[in-house]
């Protein structure tokens, strides 16, 4: 089984910019998450999608981010436009079933750099 | 709200050195605790995690108690390897709000 997939890697963008991250999740997996870890500090919550229908996006910082999950299949998450304050590495999640009890699996995550 | 509080790395040790990382957290509720961790260019992997008070989870060695008196969940390995060199993260999970510490990287030198 393919585990879950982010492209690209790394990324070095100027501010003003826009980038696109893309995840694939686990084939079947209806759930997926946006996550990102800013400067070393904790994993925060972006949003989480319910096959193609965004279930919460409370975590969304503001609106320069958008993200799509069209067809329920990979998801997008757009930042334009892009901001020093948003380096950071992006991960992303999915799961079978709602809740982390069900177990989450993560890619290995994007680093954004903006300079 | 809820939050996760790990103690703040880098911690470095040598192998076979005894390690703990230190998590408390604050929750309504009762919430189920993981740690996750990140080995060098992979993704984030859940390690062990405990559901209820006074459950203990283990793997690869690692072990952490679920302890609600004193809203703990301390990860403990008895004799680290190098390739336990990671960033380790602590995580609760309450009514599917998931909240993650800041992470603490271990490095262990042979």
């Known amino acids: 089984e393919a585990g879950v997939t982010q492209f690209p890697s790394h990324s070095v963008i100027e501010k003003g910019q826009t980038v696109t991250l893309r995840c694939d999740p686990i084939?079947?997996?209806?759930?997926l998450y946006w996550y990102r870890r800013v400067m070393g500090k904790e994993i925060k919550f972006l949003l989480h999608f319910v096959k193609e229908s965004k279930q919460d996006e409370s975590g969304m910082p503001n609106n320069r981010f958008l993200a799509e999950r069209t067809g329920g299949t990979y998801s997008t998450l757009k930042v334009q436009p892009a901001e020093l304050e948003d380096s950071g590495v992006y991960f992303c999640?999915?799961?079978?079933?709602?809740?982390?009890?069900?177990?989450?699996?993560f890619g290995s995550g994007t680093r954004l750099t903006v300079v | 709200g809820n939050s996760v509080t790990q103690m703040e790395g880098p911690v470095t040790l040598s192998e076979e050195a005894f390690l703990t990382i230190n998590c408390t957290y604050t929750a309504t509720g009762y919430p189920s605790l993981f740690w996750y961790v990140q080995y060098p260019g992979e993704g984030l992997q859940l390690l062990l995690k405990?559901?209820?008070?006074?459950d203990k989870g283990s793997n690869k060695g690692f072990e952490a108690t679920y302890r609600k008196e004193t809203t703990s969940f301390h990860l403990e390995k008895g004799s680290v390897q190098v390739s336990d060199s990671a960033v380790y993260f602590c995580a609760l999970c309450s009514a599917n709000d998931m909240r993650f510490g800041a992470g603490t990287r271990l490095t262990v030198k042979p």
């Open positions: 999640a999915s799961s079978q079933r709602t809740g982390a009890n069900y177990g989450y699996t």
């Open positions: 084939s079947g997996h209806d759930n």
């Open positions: 405990a559901t209820k008070a006074d």
